[in-house]
């Protein structure tokens, strides 16, 4: 199946620094990426769509003052966290998914987050 | 609005032990249908999915789930569990396009020997 890498895997900031994830499709183009967060021990929640070339969409609740989301290619969105705090501290995860559209989103394999 | 109910937090079964983990769905229409597979700390793998079709599915590992669109189930099974098993898995749903998931809260898999 098609991959998607996320990198950094885990990452450890301060307090009021801003954090950068990267989400990269190996081997497709990604026309839409999507991030959600993932509390310890609770369920997935979307925070937002992204489309290539195109501002994010994000869910409601969701501060994209804060959560910044950048998908400049078809092979690359990324997140930033900015000015995090510790309430971020968090599992994120990022699909994508190719031009097809109503199918299969493949997941990377998340960034730990711990703001201290 | 939108909404993937697992009922069940947790599950234990011994090993060698069927399973079925229970999944129903909320949508305005049949969604496109996911079952995953999360380790600690791990991203998410997928064990299946249903778009249309043939409604019982074959996914990877074993596991086979059933959609019913009666009772907006989508419920996931499989013969005899594997200590391997023990996991925590996620039902999910899509309306297709550019939606995202919505995710179950998960059932966390507890495999006794």
Not at chain 1, 47 to 59: D, F, I, P, R, V
Not at chain 1, 61 to 84: M, P, Q, Y
Not at chain 2, 38 to 61: H, M, R
Request: proline letters at 4%; aromatic letters at 12%.
């Amino acid at each position: 199946g098609a991959v998607v890498s996320q990198h950094p895997s885990w990452v450890i900031c301060k307090s009021g620094t801003s954090v950068k994830i990267e989400c990269r499709s190996l081997d497709f183009q990604a026309t839409t990426m999507f991030w959600y967060r993932q509390f310890p021990k609770q369920s997935l929640m979307l925070m937002a769509t992204s489309n290539e070339g195109s501002k994010a969409t994000y869910e409601q609740g969701v501060e994209k003052d804060k959560f910044l989301i950048n998908h400049a290619s078809l092979t690359l969105s990324t997140l930033t966290v900015t000015s995090a705090h510790p309430e971020d501290s968090s599992f994120y995860i990022c699909s994508a998914q190719g031009p097809g559209g109503g199918t299969e989103a493949f997941f990377g394999q998340g960034t730990r987050l711990t703001v201290v | 609005a939108q909404s993937v109910t697992q009922p069940d937090i947790h599950i234990t079964v011994s090993e060698g032990a069927s399973l079925e983990l229970r999944c129903n769905y909320s949508y305005g229409a049949t969604p496109y249908l996911f079952w995953y597979v999360q380790s600690p700390g791990q991203g998410l793998q997928l064990l299946l999915k249903y778009f249309s079709g043939d409604t019982l599915v074959q996914g990877i590992k074993g596991f086979e789930a059933e959609f019913k669109r009666s009772q907006s189930s989508f419920n996931l099974r499989k013969p005899s569990v594997h200590w391997s098993d023990a996991a925590e898995y996620f039902c999910a749903a899509s309306g297709g396009g550019a939606d995202g998931l919505t995710f179950g809260k998960g059932t966390h898999l507890i495999i006794q020997p």
